[in-house]
């Protein structure tokens, strides 16, 4: 056996992976991937004072190294660390929750062509390096630092695959403004945002002519009965609309009155919801509950974010819903500005 | 650097969080023979801490009503963080299904 499969071994041994085989992290390695991040080994990032622990930069270059990530990636790395290990991102909430969720990782802007990320076919789960190791950097930052390097459990009911590799890129031909004009930011700005996600639930309708039925179906999909966010309305949505979808909603919405349509149309009786178990009975006043008027799973339309990417072939979109207790963290690569999206009533 | 030999024998480095050194500041010891327990308002972690209230109190444990947060996920307000430590018995949290 090859010293590197021994140390593949060793790292598995010692809990240093996500269950897949990871680069060993050696030092050299890892101090390549310090200088790119720009920060000393010793850099405290943040602390855990309940369970007396603390991450230092000298971990997030070591998870980079595993991950399979080159240190030309470390700008968007950075960013992503930072935004994770922020207060407001509650990453133990999300390592820990039932809800199974991923962190999902969003670019837009120029970085997308720089580091040749995946847009077209299969843009989520894209067999090319940038994407699949940044997703899984972020994936790896939640199972080792958000479960405090297995003092914790995760205890996700189900999970899903993005659990290991999670990350979706614009197209850079986007018929709307660009994904991080949402979020205040300049279209020609690289951005890099991160949301804890379920799963991509798949929309697809290959026989509606017009951008208005896109629309309708997409909206059936956001207000299903079983979405988590009906009772609590955090989260909200990211909306993925691939090209074929978007000629035909671009030609009849602009993106604002796109998401005015899905406020208003993705709604369900609450009644009904409260027959079927999705509204408890003991209504928290704060949840703004009528059993008399429709519900929609977000408090404001705000909640509702779209991006455009997928294969130029094929009538499909994706609707990816947040988890309850998180907002979507947006970064600025050049000013290192970061924006959050709107908070729900959670 | 937190750092250990691999079968190589070049150095890796470690990706868990690292313990801050000192000791760990909790206090177990009760006042009084009665326990608090804290959880959200999910049907399963009442279910389980209704259950464990119930073989408590059989052990002649004084358990008060369960303290039920308002939302699973967020840290409850100071002024319940206040009610909790004045609770001279044991306070545990519960399952948060």
């Known amino acids: 056996m090859s010293d590197l499969v021994a140390d593949m071994r060793i790292c598995f041994e010692r809990g240093y992976t996500d269950g897949l085989p990871v680069v060993p992290p050696y030092s050299e390695l890892v101090d390549e991937m310090l200088a790119a991040l720009g920060w000393s080994a010793s850099d405290v990032l943040a602390v855990d004072e309940e369970l007396r622990l603390e991450i230092r930069a000298e ?8 991950a399979g ?29 039932t809800g199974g969720v991923a962190v999902l990782v969003i670019l837009a802007g120029p970085v997308v062509g720089e580091l040749e990320l995946a847009t077209g076919s299969n843009a989520l789960g894209a067999p090319v390096r940038s994407g699949a190791t940044i997703g899984r950097f972020a994936q790896m930052v939640r199972h080792i630092c958000g479960r405090a390097g297995g003092l914790l459990d995760e205890f996700g009911t189900i999970g899903h695959p993005g659990r290991l590799s999670y990350c979706v890129a614009e197209r850079q031909d986007t018929m709307w403004p660009g994904f991080q004009t949402q979020f205040g930011f300049d279209a020609g700005e690289s951005c890099v945002g991160v949301m804890a996600a ?9 026989y509606a ?23 609590y309305q955090g989260g909200g949505y990211l909306v993925l609309i691939a090209p074929e979808h978007m000629r035909l909603v671009a030609a009849e919405f602009s993106r604002e009155a796109a998401r005015q349509f899905l406020f208003e149309r993705a709604v369900a009786l609450t009644r009904d919801l409260a027959r079927i178990g999705r509204i408890p009975r003991g209504i928290d006043k704060a949840r703004n509950v009528d059993l008399d008027a429709p519900r929609s799973p977000v408090a404001h339309q705000d909640q509702i974010t779209f991006i455009e990417s997928g294969g130029s072939a094929g009538k499909f979109s994706a609707i990816i819903p947040g988890w309850v207790a998180n907002v979507t963290h947006v970064k600025g690569l050049a000013g290192g500005r970061v924006a959050l999206s709107r908070k729900g009533v959670f | 650097m937190s750092m250990e030999h691999s079968a190589s024998c070049r150095l890796l480095v470690s990706p868990l969080p690292v313990p801050i050194p000192g000791p760990l500041p909790v206090s177990v010891r009760a006042a009084e023979r009665s326990v608090l327990l804290i959880d959200s308002r999910k049907p399963n972690s009442l279910r389980i ?49």
């Open chain 1, 69 to 97: 990530c080159e240190p030309a990636y470390a700008r968007v790395l950075r960013a992503i660390g930072e935004m994770l290990l922020a207060p407001t991102f509650n990453l133990r909430g999300v390592a820990t929750t």
């Open chain 1, 198 to 206: 379920e799963g991509p639930n798949s929309v697809n309708n290959h």
């Open chain 1, 209 to 231: 002519e017009t951008g208005e039925h896109i629309l309708e179906t997409i909206a059936h999909g956001l207000a299903h009965w079983g979405t988590t966010n009906f009772y």
């Open chain 2, 49 to 97: 801490l209704e259950h464990a209230a119930e073989l408590l109190r059989r052990e002649g444990v004084e358990v008060a009503p369960i303290a039920k947060k308002k939302n699973p996920v967020n840290s409850e307000e100071e002024a319940r963080h206040a009610e909790f430590a004045r609770h001279r018995g044991l306070v545990l949290l519960g399952v948060f299904d």
């Open chain 1, 59 to 66: 971990q997030l270059a070591s998870i980079a190294v595993m």
